[in-house]
């Protein structure tokens, strides 16, 4: 989870003419061309570049950031708690619709979903505000949020898990524009830690809730949990999310608004994107082959799709979703590819590491997702102390590659658990990986930001969360595919005879018998679960590689130092303000 950069909305964030011109006096004092890219700084402060210089300056006063912070945090604790919930319960609930040979639709059907819609948020986010951004994606996540829990088949669960999708891809990358509308880039990193914290306690609950919602009350009970709190959040939003637009859209109608939109691009993306995933997706979840003409249509579709949106981007869109100059410059490229492998390695372990003491060490959902905790409070610590040393260095590049090695040894011990592995050795084998994912995806974050002009800031947020979720699907599909090959494979190697495809297709498609099975089927399952887990992690520990070198990449930028900046109570009216100023 990872915020972004840029004042934008209907609401001031200082007032007028006094905001002016103390950043005016503010940025003649802060800038120097020679603190360029790619070059280290013995001094701990940076001065700001030419395109720093608009990037807010003042911190607002606390009593009117904390109240829309709250309406920012409650909907990243949800979409986060809810991540947790389902990877917790897929097995349970494919199991209750006797249909685990579809389980992976449930994470791919949700993050092709995010994946297809997110890059849309950035741009709409400078067209129609930010506000009704945030109230676009509530709309989405809270329906498909209630129809998971009243779902009657796996394919309705399916549809309701990509209508939530397209709500949580939104949700977050409109909390990280509105973060970045708000404060300093120094400053930035810490907030952003503490955004972190929040997701952390969410994802962090979310295991242990779900599975106890499931032991007790039911899986579905784990989702309508969710509904009251999003609902609370359209009062909070509505109240408190009152950020201006800085450009001259607020003047513009509803209909010169819309053909702003970028549709060529919008659809030629979701189609392109949609398409590639769907495939892929196919190739794990249904077995499908590559001869097959699903599967290669998908691909020819996809690649045709996703060429013409390069196409439209460069020579045919006014406001494209993706400027291509920010994938040619050389952060914005680094902390896509970066952020891309991490998220391949991220949700390949979120999927794969509960099935491990599922289907071999045979333990209860309940305790399945206990073992996630230690993630999310590594995650929690490493977020804050990335914006600590961030605001007090002024700088991130080494703190950053460290960070990406961290999630490299943490993915290679996964490969050595076996039946017999500690419960302690489980529990902190995980926690370089939480730590090193929070610092990457915050620095990485602040990278990004502080290479581009304020009005990139939505769009280069948006590029890098398509990055993100693309890899998402990938990490789910890409590793489903894999796992279900070689387990399929282990197998047919360990269970011959009578009957032999039935039990097998039922070991691979129904991960919770298992623990039923008689005694020799079990070790043969156990034993081939473990094998093909070990070498799923072992191609995650592969990818996260492309983590480190595309952190190593990144320019070495210091951040602009504001801290002078007294901001005053005058100057801070319109964070979160009262409703006779906002235009949203």
Known sequence: MAPSTSANERTSLLSSEQRDEHYQSTSSNHTDPNNDAGTSSSSTEAEAGPEQEDHAKVMPPLRKLAPLLTALWVPVFVASMDGTVTATLISSISSSFNASEQAQWLGSAYLLSVACFTPLYGRMADIIGRKNCM????????????????????????????????????????????????????????????????????????????????????????????????????????????????????????????????????????????????????????????????VWGGFVIGFASISFFFYAEAKIARNPILPLRLITQRSGAAVAFANFCLSIVSFGTLYHFPLYFQAVKLETPSLTGLHLIPNSIALSVGSVLAGLTMRSSGRYYSYNLVNSMLITVSIICFTTFTQDSSEAYTYASIVPHGFGTAGVLTCTLIALINSVPRSDVAVATSMSYMARNTGQILGVSGGGALFQALLKRQLRQKITGKDADRIISEIRHKSSIVPELPMELQKAAVESYAFALRWVFTGIAVVSLGTVIGCAFIEDKGLPNYEDAKDTEEDNDGVGGSSDRRQD
């Open 135 to 294: 109230f676009t994606a509530l709309t989405f996540f809270t329906t498909g949020t209630v129809l998971c829990g009243l779902s009657t088949s796996m394919n309705m669960l399916i549809f309701a898990r990509a209508l939530a999708g397209m709500g949580g891809g939104g949700l977050t990358t409109t909390t990280s524009i509105v973060l970045s509308d708000l404060v300093p880039l120094k400053n930035r990193g810490l907030l952003q830690g503490l955004t972190n914290i929040i997701f952390g306690l969410g994802s962090g609950l979310g295991g242990p809730i779900g599975g106890w919602m499931n032991d007790t009350l039911g899986w579905r009970r784990a989702f309508l949990i969710q509904i009251p709190l999003l609902l609370m959040d359209y009062v909070l939003a509505f109240i408190f999310v009152n950020v201006k637009t800085p450009n001259a859209l607020v003047q513009q109608s509803k209909w010169e608004k819309l053909k702003l939109i970028d549709f060529n691009g919008a659809f030629s993306l979701v189609l392109g994107l949609s398409s590639t995933l769907i495939s892929l997706s196919l190739m794990s979840a249904n077995d499908l082959h590559i001869s097959n003409p699903f």
